[in-house]
């Protein structure tokens, strides 16, 4: 268990958190940890039943601003990955990992840029499954006051991912521990996969209000018997709120509120497109 520690200072290079073949294990939580300036935040590869939880990962210790040193290539390029690579990644043959929790337990996963791949959160391998992105705040400060964005904010090719609270409640406002706003090239992107949950998120907009523009909200590209549902996906003016394309089939979009608010406006909440269906 890796709790209250700095991981790498700003100038090193390389993944700030390694996990393999680990189970079990806490990263954070109760005392979380300072993880940013590295190429990758926290690597998980063929581990289960680990948590990821109350950390800072790609900010300083108050989750204020970005840690690059004004310098893009020293910035995480990555944020949690649970895969092989790089944030945060979940990858080939991790499952059953959690990524968050209430609130908290959540990580702030923010300014991960510099590759196309670039992405806060990746879940990735055919044989990850089961993997939990529950409250984090994605893409913009602790606070979500202000934007501190990733290429992605969500990158999902595991089957069987859960993104979001697959409990949350049927009745609008949807209560989320799960922003993810103002990341460059989308927040929340699955593919090639199936059997995935996006539930109970704010896609965009955050909770008091604030709305927070990207490409896409929730996109699904070539994804099957997947579900979307009780998200509010807002904000996006330049871009789609909910887009399902490409071969994708067998998937059910329900109880979403595409371009609503989530508290006192200042800004239109509303989306350039509310959802594409192709």
């Known amino acids: 268990e890796a709790d209250g520690v700095t991981f790498n200072a700003a100038r090193l290079q390389g ?3 390694t996990m393999i073949n680990s189970v079990g294990s806490k990263i954070g939580v109760g005392t979380g940890n300072v993880i940013s300036g590295n190429t990758g ?3 998980i590869t063929n581990g289960r039943d680990n948590q990821v939880g109350n950390n800072k990962i790609g900010t300083d210790k108050d989750g204020n601003f970005l840690i690059n040193e004004g310098q893009p290539w020293i910035a995480t390029l990555i944020g949690i990955a649970v895969v092989n690579s790089p944030g945060i990644i979940v990858d080939s043959g991790a499952a059953t990992n959690v990524i968050g929790g209430p609130a908290t337990e959540a990580n702030v996963i923010s300014g991960s840029q510099g590759v196309t791949r670039s992405a806060g959160i990746i879940i990735d391998g055919t044989a990850g499954i089961n993997n ?3 409250g984090n705040i994605v893409g913009l400060n602790a606070t979500a006051t202000e934007s501190i964005p990733n ?6 090719t595991a089957s069987s991912t859960i993104i979001g609270d697959d ?13 993810v706003a103002g990341n460059v090239s989308g927040d929340i992107l699955v593919g090639n996969t199936s059997n995935v949950t996006v539930a109970g998120t704010l896609a965009g907009i955050t909770p008091n209000g604030a709305v927070f523009n990207s490409s896409a909200g929730i996109g699904f590209v070539n994804v099957q018997n997947s579900r979307i549902f ?8 330049n871009g789609l709120g909910i887009a399902v394309l490409q071969n994708s089939s067998g998937n059910k979009i329900e109880s979403n509120c595409v371009g609503c608010p989530t508290g006192p406006q200042t800004v239109s909440s509303r989306n350039s497109i509310g959802m594409v269906i192709s």
């Open 15 to 17: 993944a700030g958190v």
């Open 151 to 156: 290429n992605i904010g969500i990158s999902a």
């Open 167 to 179: 409990s949350a409640p049927e009745v609008f406002p949807y209560q989320s521990h799960l922003v």
């Open 230 to 237: 009780r998200n509010i996906v807002s904000g996006h003016s």
């Open 41 to 43: 935040g926290i690597l």
């Open 132 to 134: 939990r992105i529950l």
